[in-house]
Nanobody
């Protein structure tokens, strides 16, 4: 079992930045693809960004391209999401997730094996 704990969320004004962290325990994530997903109020959870096990393959949802950066530090068992130029529509609970076995690329919400509890990001206008 892998436990994922997100942190770094909070309240920020439009145009600001936040850096989310996801620390894993229980198992190493070095062999896992990792993803960030988000769920806005009243909406379904959606894919945001993903990174493969060695960091050589990275992909973002269109709305995040150029603003968000996903990275990983396998030595620290941690995945990050740097979020810049935040917009009110980015307001959501952000979830970290791990894919144990490769299935789809990019990983989708139905293809992840472990999930964190999420961290709330609120962007004010």
């Amino acid at each position: 079992q892998v436990q994922l704990v997100e942190s770094g969320g909070g309240l920020v004004q439009a145009g600001g930045s936040l850096r989310l962290s996801c620390v894993a325990s229980g198992r190493t994530i070095s062999t896992y693809a990792m993803g960030w997903f988000r769920q806005a109020p009243g909406k379904e959870r959606e894919y945001a960004a993903a990174i493969n096990r060695n960091g050589g393959n990275i992909i973002y949802a269109d709305s995040m391209k150029g603003r968000f950066t996903i990275s990983r530090d396998n030595a620290k068992n941690t995945v990050y999401l740097q979020m810049n130029s935040l917009k009110p529509e980015d307001t959501a609970v952000y979830y970290c997730a791990a894919q144990l076995r490769p299935t789809t690329w990019p990983p989708n919400v139905d293809g992840m094996d472990y999930w964190g509890k999420g961290t709330l990001v609120t962007v004010s206008s």
